[in-house]
C-alpha cells in the first residue's frame, strides 16, 4: 500500500510555494534577514518526503539571485523560482502568471475563514 501512495506522490506531487521576506528570514528587505530554521527545516523535511518547492517572492533580479544563494548556503533549493512547475504548465497548456500550489506560505497570508468570520461579526 505505501508504494502505491508513493507513486500517486511521484505522478501527482505536493507543491508548496514559500515567500522570502519575512518568512524564510526576517523582513530586512532589500537585505536578507536571519534565517527562520524552523522553516527552513520544515521545508527541507517535505521536501526529502517528495514535496516539491517554489520560491515566491517580490524579488527580482540580482535581489532574487542573492535569496536563491542564501536559501542554497541554508539548504534550500527550489524547483522553480518565481514560475510554474515544467509539469504544471504542460498540464495547464500555458503558464499563467499565478503560480498553482497546492499550499501557500507567506507571512502576509491571511485565512479565508478569517474573513468570514470578520463580515459575521
Known sequence: MGT???EKRKKNPYIIAVDFDGTLCENAWPEIGSPNVSMINYL???QAGGDKLILWTSRSDKQVEEAVEWCKEH???FDAVNDNLPFMIEAFGNNC???FA???IDDRNRLIQSCIEE???
Request: net charge positive.
Open 4 to 6: 502505491m501512495i508513493e
Open 44 to 46: 527541507k523535511r517535505k
Open 75 to 77: 539548504g534550500l533549493v
Open 97 to 99: 502568471r499565478k503560480i
Open 102 to 104: 497546492n499550499e501557500y
Open 119 to 121: 463580515v459575521k461579526r
